[in-house]
């Protein structure tokens, strides 16, 4: 008995003397810290996760150690390459990860599985645009940065600040999901302006193309756009501000104090563009401000709120040139404004064994009013008057609520993600003086499980959702991967990729809610529904330097949502649910890092796209069959299209090209010209900047720099060749 309780004692202090804490700084190439990696620990001889924590501000994470063999740490950084390293026999006071630049198939992602995840485990289609590469593009706004993204079709309404629609795969522009800092940010129903988002202070832009409604419900039919913004990290707090001007009256300025002290981390910014256009009424103003801060309260919980308003004022000029035929008058007095608010507190909790909680509370308000209440009475060669329809359209949504989302690393090759969310969808919509409200909730709950078998990764998930207005909907998705040949140096690993998913778009408050004088309203009308499947090839060349992917895409769209008229004379209509679309093609991708200072993102997209069913396009209906009718191709989506995205970053200096081309595409001038489709076009962006030292930096930027005169948007002329040049300053930092 004494032996025993002498053996049993023995073992209780040996426990005890392997205990401690494995403190981890993560640092980038650069040796900056690295916020937001997943840090898990495993036994060296095991696939089980002993601990996982998220780095601090710092790249700080603190794992504690309670195993008597070797250890390694894992570490998963969005952006960077999955890094694995063996801790010492004698425990280090700090152990230092140094990350490095992914190769483009192993770059982490979390949009695509909503926890980091090597793209080429996720499965997906994926892109990203990392904090360095939009801070050269100096970008206005999210679609002069998205255009050169691969399957990103964007067609702007004109100049700065006009209406900019993302389309990918043939889907609707309302069909993507997009998500800033946490806060789903479109309007309820998918609507969604990509020209009036600032992308300042961006850590980075996630772009995943293909159905996402089972990570995350309505409007994820066709992609799911995600930015984060810049999380402040030195000890000592760093100022940054600059400023830059241009051609057509462009100025444009901004400043961001950032930094971390202990606990504490915070990041405050703000940027003011103004320009004036090409012509009268084309003016384009935004202002944003914005923080985003953190605490963490002790080594397993952490908090942190993110806000950000912007404000902008168009002017809208309407149709008037078409491809260089000025065949209408600009309208004069049109304007559009736009206020965004939204904010986001996120409580992040690091369990043992690799469970990890997060829970957010969020909300986002958007007021916008579109105006015109002069009636010009301009006569023109057709006869033809915009302004004869005076309106002064104001729309008021708010979206708010909250969502727990829990992951489990059960081991190194399974990985579970389920949660919760609740969402309060509320607005006025109308002309003015008559507006209409319309609320509806939507309680939802998902859950997805990854599998690594050998060389087989599958994912299978679900979601539910139940909404207070069309009742139950049932989302299920799978995805297989598989890596068919290792390979050498020549073909380094081939993979074989199959996904299945359906989709769901709620309708837009006005299609269900809207009253006359406009519309009839129509509460039995449902979600437009997808189904979708995609096969690819993933292909490694040159040990990895080079990576080849190629996907088919097949999609089924149903209960789209037209407005046919009720009567012809008064244009009262009624939203219902008739039309079926059909898209398929395939993308074909190439991403290299050349070097490692140089990364090059180049594709080609073939898009087909039918309407299936239209019934209530007739001449009766004031429809244009020839455009609308069955067997038509769907607007705005061309058959070919190509991108190219070359980024160099050295020491002193860096820079890029982007090119798009954008092919024939079906559109109509709406007012019975003669115009129905859009010529091709190419377009290509430089950017460049010099270090003068190391706080001092100059740069230029040049867009549209083959000064090609085209349409996105049939009528609405882009701008020609324009440039900015500016200088910005770092004071303080590390």
Not at 405 to 432: I, K, M, P
Request: hydrophobic content about 40%; aromatic content about 10%; proline content about 5%.
């Amino acid at each position: 008995m004494r032996r025993l309780s002498f053996a049993l004692l023995v073992v209780a202090f040996s426990g005890a003397a392997f205990a401690a804490d494995l403190k981890i700084k993560v640092v980038d190439p650069q040796g900056a810290a690295v916020a937001g990696a997943q840090v898990e620990l495993y036994a060296i001889d095991s696939k089980k996760v002993l601990a996982a924590q998220i780095t601090s501000a710092a790249g700080a994470a603190s794992l504690h150690v309670d195993h008597p063999g070797a250890l390694r740490v894992r570490v998963l950084a969005p952006g960077f390459a999955e890094s694995t390293v063996n801790v010492p026999t004698e425990i280090p006071e700090t152990l230092i990860v140094k990350l490095r630049l992914a190769t483009a198939s192993e770059t982490v992602i979390v949009s695509a599985t909503r926890y980091p995840q090597a793209s080429e485990a996720s499965g997906t289609a994926a892109d990203v645009l990392s904090g360095a590469q939009l801070q050269t593009m100096q970008p206005v706004a999210s679609d002069d940065a998205m255009r050169f993204l691969p399957g990103s079709i964007i067609s702007t309404a004109g100049q700065r600040g006009g209406l900019a629609s993302l389309f990918v795969r043939g889907g609707e522009s309302r069909y993507n999901k997009v998500i800033v800092d946490g806060v789903p940010v479109n309007d309820p129903g998918g609507t969604f302006d990509f020209g009036t988002l600032p992308l300042f202070e961006s850590d980075r832009l996630e772009f995943v193309r293909g159905a996402q409604s089972t990570l995350y419900g309505s409007d994820a039919m066709s992609s799911v756009v995600q930015v984060w913004t810049r999380t402040g990290s030195t000890a000592q707090p760093e100022l940054r501000f600059g400023a830059d001007a241009g051609n057509f009256g462009t100025e444009n300025g901004y400043a961001s104090l950032s930094g971390a002290h202990g606990r504490f981390d915070y990041n405050v910014f703000g940027n003011q563009i103004n320009t004036m256009g090409l012509e009268r009424n084309d003016d384009y103003s935004n202002s944003l401000v914005g923080v985003n801060t953190g605490v963490r309260l002790n080594d397993w919980a952490s908090l942190r709120l993110r806000a950000r308003h912007d404000h902008s004022v168009t002017g809208v000029q309407n149709e008037w040139d078409f491809n260089g035929i000025a065949l209408l008058p600009p309208d004069r007095d049109q304007r559009a404004q736009l206020d965004n608010l939204l904010g986001s507190l996120e409580l992040t909790i690091n369990s043992p064994s690799g469970w990890q909680h997060t829970l957010t509370g969020f909300e986002h308000t958007v007021h916008r009013r579109n105006i015109d209440t002069v009636d010009d009475q301009f006569n023109n060669a057709l006869g033809l008057n915009p302004d004869l329809f005076p309106f002064d359209s104001l729309s008021s949504i708010n979206r708010a609520g909250f969502q727990y989302q829990g992951s489990y690393a059960e081991r190194t090759w399974a990985q579970a993600t389920f949660g919760y969310q609740f969402e309060d969808e509320n607005g006025f919509v109308g002309d003015l003086p008559t507006q209409t409200h319309g609320r509806r909730l939507d309680d939802e709950t998902f859950a997805q499980q990854q599998l690594v078998l050998g060389r087989l990764t599958a994912i299978v998930g679900g979601r539910f959702v139940h909404n207070s207005k069309y009742g139950d909907t049932g989302l299920p998705e799978a995805r297989l991967s598989y890596l068919a040949f290792r390979g050498r140096q020549t073909l380094s690993g081939t993979r074989l990729f199959f996904s299945y998913g359906k989709g769901f778009k709620e309708p837009r408050l006005e299609e269900t809610f809207a009253g006359p004088p406009t519309a009839v309203p129509n509460p039995g009308l449902k979600p437009e529904r997808s189904r979708s499947f995609e096969a690819g090839l993933q292909q490694g060349l040159l040990a990895g330097k080079f990576d080849f992917r190629a996907d088919y895409f097949n999609s089924l769209f149903h209960n789209e949502i037209a407005f046919p008229l009720l009567n012809l004379m008064t244009f009262v209509g009624q939203y219902q649910n008739i039309n079926r679309a059909l898209a398929h093609g395939a993308e074909a991708q190439i991403q290299s890092r050349i070097r490692r200072d140089l990364l090059l993102n180049t594709s080609y997209t073939y898009t087909s796209t039918q309407i299936l069913q239209a019934p209530a396009c007739t001449p009766e209906q004031f429809c244009d069959v020839t455009t609308f009718g069955p067997g038509k191709p769907l607007l705005h989506r061309p058959k070919h299209s190509a991108t190219i995205l070359l980024t160099y970053a050295g020491r002193r200096w860096g820079g890029n090209l982007g090119g798009s081309f954008v092919g024939r595409r079906a559109d109509t001038d709406f007012y019975g010209l003669g115009f129905n489709h859009a010529p091709g076009y190419v377009r290509a962006d430089l950017a460049g900047w010099y270090a003068v030292t190391r706080r001092v930096t100059m740069y230029a930027n040049v867009e549209n720099a083959l000064d090609r005169r085209y349409n996105e948007v049939v009528g609405y002329p882009a701008l020609p060749v324009n440039f900015r040049a500016g200088m910005r300053f770092r004071i303080g930092g590390e």
